[in-house]
Structure formats: C-alpha cells, structure tokens
C-alpha cells in the first residue's frame, strides 16, 4: 500500500471559486493532471491536497498557491510542467503605509499595465499583482530576472534602468541559448 501525502494551505476565499471553475471543471482538471485529490473548504479557503506522488503533491500546491495570488488557472497550471516555477514577492516588505503599498503596487503595474507587461515581454513570464504580493510564473531561468526587476522597481529604481537591464539579460540568455545548441 502506497503512503498518502497531504497538504493543507488557506487562499483567499474570493479566490475558491476560481479555484473550482465553473461546475467543477478547474478542480477536475488539476485532479486529473496530477493524480491528487483536492478538498476545499468554500467558507474558511482552506485547500486540502492529498495524493501518493509527493512531487505532484508539490506541483499542485504551487497550481493552487498561484490561483489563490490572482493567476488565472490557464497560467497557474503551466507549473506541472517541469520547467516551470512560481515565485512570489511581499510588497509590505518594501511599504510602510497602505499609502506605500498603493504606490509601489502602481509602480509594478505601470500606466495602464505598460510595466507589467513590459516585464513580462522582457522576461517571459507572467506577473499577477494581488492583494499585497506579486506572483511570478515562468521557466525557472527566466523567473530570477523577473523577480529582480520588481525588488529593482519596488527598491525605487527608475522604470527606463530596469528595463535597459531586462533586455541586457535578455540578449545575455539569447546568446547563451544560441551557444548551447552550438
């Protein structure tokens, strides 16, 4: 007999729904994709994950910390993929007043979305701003970048520094992409 693993994590309850998608079908989907069974508690947000694979254990957990931080669960699931990761960012680290926190959220984001998106472009990624974190999905070498730019911007750095040095790494990773397939 097989040992059983379990996982027991809180989202926010705005975020079970999604969670669950509309009858059932994201849940489903993510019990079928890795093996685990997901029990979710609707009124307190707490996700139950159980299964016998503790590395899909793992994977799952981060699918459903990702959806819990804003993802859509078509992005949060790209992280059963092996080569993915999902890293996410404490802005109250970096804020002492709510006042802050609204400002250095704007600053992620940008003027509508251009800094956000121009990170995401930079760094192929996906960066969800929620609540009071900032969530990052991407290949495991491409997320680093991407968490260094937003600590850079939340840091106060000027926005055209950051992205001079994004596209910098960028050629950087190109070239050194390019050298390994040599």
């Excluded at 999604?18 to 979710?40: A, D």
């Excluded at 960066?127 to 937003?150: H, M, N």
Aim: net charge negative.
């Amino acid at each position: 007999m097989e040992e059983e693993f379990a996982y027991e994590l809180k989202i926010p309850k705005e975020r079970v729904a999604v969670l669950i998608g509309k009858e059932g079908e994201v849940k489903k989907h993510i019990e079928s994709e890795t093996g685990v069974t997901l029990n979710i508690d609707s009124e307190e947000g707490e996700i139950v994950i159980k299964g016998t694979d503790a590395l899909k254990l793992y994977s799952t957990q981060d699918v459903v910390k990702a959806i819990g931080r804003g993802f859509n669960p078509e992005f949060a699931l790209l992280m059963l993929k092996p080569d993915f990761t999902f890293d996410m960012i404490d802005i109250t680290e970096y804020s002492r007043t709510k006042n802050d926190l609204l400002r250095l959220k704007g600053r992620i984001i940008g003027a509508e979305g251009k800094s956000r998106r121009t990170i995401e472009e930079l760094t192929e990624t996906n960066i969800c701003v929620y609540g009071k974190t900032v969530g990052i999905i991407g290949e495991v070498s491409r997320v680093p970048s991407a968490r260094r730019a937003i600590e850079s911007l939340l840091s106060g750095s000027p926005h055209a520094n950051v992205y001079h040095w994004l596209e910098k790494q960028r050629r950087d990773l190109k070239r050194d992409e390019i050298a390994g397939k040599n």
